[in-house]
């Protein structure tokens, strides 16, 4: 189990380097079991090889020392959110432009429906270096899908490893839709309402696997199209 975990996660990992969703920071998860997560080593997610274990950690237990010191923020949302699989720490280029600005993106169009209304903003620039701040950021992020932290881009909270990385790619999406539209000055026009976001935000129709098998295709690693790692 833990083999295939690894492998997902340094597949998630790299997608998200390539597609410039991270760069030398930026790290991912997902859990194994009640107690246990596993984690991106601490290194840039583009420079992982293939086969490189990844590493487990307790999610009631200390955090290790040799794990990147914000994971507690992982632990944090696990604990408080059964319901999450897979946890994405990203800094993709539009999402930190909001975020620097202290806005998040509103459901403006498909891939935006994901986060209706819109996420949830930490309104602190600073790390999550500490159980305090961890603590925080999960209960800020309550039950959306992601949240934004000013200036420092955001988490991504998915039922797997695998919607976690597609919702960082459409969260990013939606950044890039929020600026245009702030651009041309426009405020509260076209926002989809809550029920064509709740009917649009589907993921039948393979919409995650396409795009599972978009984001990793190029990776060494990469198993055939259409078989889950």
Same mark, same amino acid.
């Given at each position: 189990?833990?083999?295939?975990?690894? #492998?997902?996660?340094?597949?998630?990992?790299?997608?998200?380097?390539?597609?410039?969703?991270?760069?030398?920071?930026?790290?991912?998860? @997902? /859990?194994?079991?009640? /107690?246990?997560? #596993?984690?991106?080593?601490?290194?840039?997610?583009? $420079?992982?090889?293939?086969?490189?274990?990844?590493?487990?950690?307790?999610?009631?237990?200390?955090?290790?020392?040799?794990? $990147?010191?914000? *994971?507690?923020?992982?632990?944090?949302?696990?604990?408080? !959110?059964?319901?999450?699989?897979?946890?994405?720490?990203?800094?993709?280029?539009?999402? @930190?432009?909001?975020?620097? @600005?202290?806005?998040?993106?509103?459901? !403006?169009?498909?891939?935006?429906?994901?986060?209706?209304?819109?996420?949830?903003?930490?309104?602190?620039?600073? #790390?999550?270096?500490?159980?305090?701040?961890?603590?925080?950021?999960?209960?800020?992020?309550?039950?959306?899908?992601?949240?934004? @932290?000013?200036?420092?881009?955001?988490?991504?909270?998915?039922?797997?490893?695998?919607?976690?990385? *597609?919702?960082?790619?459409? $969260?990013?999406?939606?950044? !890039?839709?929020? $600026?245009?539209?702030?651009?041309?000055?426009?405020?509260?026009?076209?926002?989809?309402?809550?029920?064509?976001?709740?009917?649009?935000?589907?993921?039948?129709?393979?919409?995650?696997?396409?795009?599972?098998?978009?984001?990793?295709?190029?990776?060494?690693?990469?198993?055939?199209?259409?078989?889950?790692?």
């Amino acid at each position: 189990m833990s083999n295939e975990a690894a #492998l997902r996660i340094r597949l998630a990992g790299r997608a998200l380097a390539r597609h410039g969703l991270v760069h030398a920071y930026g790290h991912c998860s @997902m /859990r194994l079991d009640e /107690r246990t997560v #596993l984690v991106s080593p601490g290194k840039p997610l583009g $420079l992982m090889a293939p086969g490189e274990a990844c590493l487990p950690v307790r999610i009631d237990e200390p955090l290790p020392p040799t794990v $990147l010191g914000e *994971v507690r923020a992982h632990l944090a949302i696990y604990r408080r !959110r059964p319901d999450v699989n897979g946890i994405v720490r990203a800094m993709p280029p539009n999402v @930190m432009s909001l975020a620097a @600005m202290a806005l998040t993106p509103r459901a !403006r169009h498909g891939f935006g429906a994901y986060f209706h209304p819109r996420p949830p903003l930490l309104n602190d620039p600073q #790390l999550l270096r500490s159980d305090a701040q961890a603590e925080t950021a999960a209960e800020t992020l309550g039950d959306a899908r992601a949240l934004l @932290m000013r200036g420092n881009g955001c988490i991504i909270a998915g039922a797997s490893i695998e919607e976690a990385l *597609v919702l960082c790619w459409y $969260l990013e999406d939606a950044a !890039r839709i929020e $600026l245009a539209a702030l651009a041309a000055g426009r405020g509260d026009e076209a926002l989809l309402g809550a029920e064509d976001a709740y009917a649009r935000a589907t993921w039948s129709g393979l919409i995650r696997e396409r795009m599972w098998d978009f984001l990793v295709a190029g990776d060494p690693e990469r198993p055939p199209v259409g078989e889950e790692p």
